[in-house]
């Protein structure tokens, strides 16, 4: 198994560039999310799925969108990069066993974006 | 709201104990997780506490208070390999789902030899 895989590992945009973050696993996993991690502010929630056609909104979700067509996927999309969303953007997936439920939560290995 | 509030430093020397303390706020509390994320890596996890009491994985252990809102890592015998990040995280209550899983702004330990 690859576990959570994403593309690219770093990126530099320009000010008002698109482009998307590519999320994939292959655990299964119903539930899965995107954090960004800027120095001093932890982990900060931007979107979450708990399966496919499902997704809702986290702590940070402005200038984020997402959709979820496949359990596998998940992609982030920044439709007009700011300098303020440079970070390291983590995606994770977890199985879900439902409401009060535990679910480990395993980390792809983050891309690190810059926007000028 | 959730929110969840930890040290953001703490230094100790190897071989010695250290405590990570959190504290949080958060309706429909299904429980404190804990993970650890090396510089440039990313967070894996370490433990977990449901219930009041405390959970033990060989050097690292855990505990909870749900009455008084707190958690804390207490992690023994300390290696310089456990210089990390440590953080604490809930998962907040979504009717109809399994909600959202919040994270503290992380704890930075550093071991010294």
């Known amino acids: 198994n690859a576990g959570v895989t994403q593309t690219p590992k770093f990126q530099v945009l320009k000010t008002g560039q698109s482009m998307t973050l590519q999320c994939a696993q292959d655990m299964n996993h119903e539930y899965m999310s995107w954090y960004r991690q800027d120095p001093g502010m932890g982990l900060r929630l931007i979107h979450y799925s708990v399966g496919a056609g499902i997704t809702d909104q986290g702590e940070v979700p402005n200038g984020y969108n997402v959709s979820r067509s496949t359990t596998e996927d998940f992609p982030l999309r920044l439709l007009s990069a700011a300098p303020s969303q440079t970070s390291v953007y983590f995606c994770?997936?977890?199985?879900?066993?439902?409401?009060?439920?535990?679910?480990?939560?395993?980390f792809g290995p983050g891309t690190r974006l810059t926007v000028l | 709201g959730q929110s969840l509030e930890q040290p953001s430093e703490v230094t100790a020397v190897e071989g010695a104990i250290v405590q990570i303390n959190c504290t949080y706020q958060t309706s429909g509390f299904y429980g404190l997780s804990w993970y650890q994320q090396h510089d440039g890596g990313a967070p894996t996890f370490l433990s977990y506490?449901?219930?009041?009491g405390l959970e033990e994985t060989g050097r690292f252990s855990s505990f909870l208070s749900r009455s008084d809102s707190y958690g804390y890592l207490l992690l023994q015998e300390l290696q310089m390999k456990d210089s990390a990040s440590y953080f604490c995280?809930?998962?907040?209550?979504?009717?109809?789902?399994?909600?959202?899983?919040?994270f503290g702004q992380g704890t930075t330990l550093q071991v010294k030899p």
């Open positions: 995280a809930v998962r907040a209550y979504r009717s109809g789902n399994t909600g959202k899983l919040i």
């Open positions: 506490n449901a219930l009041d």
């Open positions: 994770a997936s977890s199985y879900d066993g439902g409401p009060g439920t535990f679910n480990e939560q395993f």
